[in-house]
């Protein structure tokens, strides 16, 4: 366990007696945690529901862990610097770690605008059980799909450090997946994630 910047003193990691291959054997799956990364507009949200909802029909433990949701309660402290970004992943980064160790597929759908910081979040996970999805789409088409009109707003300077705008994305290079959502269906979409975790066995394959 990694104990740098550990402000809390007297501290040891319990080892359950339930471990994480336990619950793998009762789920009958693996446990793994999908980084879903892109622009915001580019389908993130709703293709993790999608897979989610897809995987749930199959029987399948799952959670997902949306940007919105998270920031309304364990991060409502944080703001949309930079700092507060890196803040926000580093805590997203630490639940999905643990939700791994309850067996569960956890999927994350998170701006996620840094290199460094998706590979922090790598860093925490076991070799193989972090699997970065880029959700791939042109800022010009995420731009039309804003019903919030926030792309709007950040060109004229009412909303500060928005990626894209005025905050960089910084794409991934070598995801495990790329999905170009603004030429393939949801539907599409959904069995390229599918498929990949059949292929890496961590969900069984179709009958």
Known sequence: MNNENQKSTNVVWH??????????????HKSAVLWFTGLSGSG???????????????????FVLDGDNVRHGLNKDL????????EN?????????????????????????FKEERAMARSLMPHGDFIEIYCQCPLDTCETRDV?????????????DFTGISSPYEAPSNPELRVDTHKLSL?????????LLQNRHIIPAAK
Do not use: C, W
């Open 15 to 28: 080892q359950a007696t339930v471990s994480r291959k336990r619950r793998e054997e009762k789920n009958q």
């Open 44 to 62: 993130k949200s709703t293709l993790a529901h999608a897979v989610e909802e897809a995987l749930y029909k199959l029987g399948l433990n799952t």
């Open 79 to 86: 703001g949309f610097s930079d700092t507060d970004r890196k």
């Open 89 to 113: 992943i580093r805590r997203i980064s630490e639940i999905s770690k643990l939700m791994l160790e309850a067996g569960i597929i956890t999927l994350t759908a998170f701006i996620s605008p």
């Open 148 to 160: 919030k009109g926030l792309y709007k707003k950040a060109r004229n300077g009412e909303i500060k």
């Open 187 to 195: 539907e599409e979409s959904v069995a390229k994630v599918i498929q």
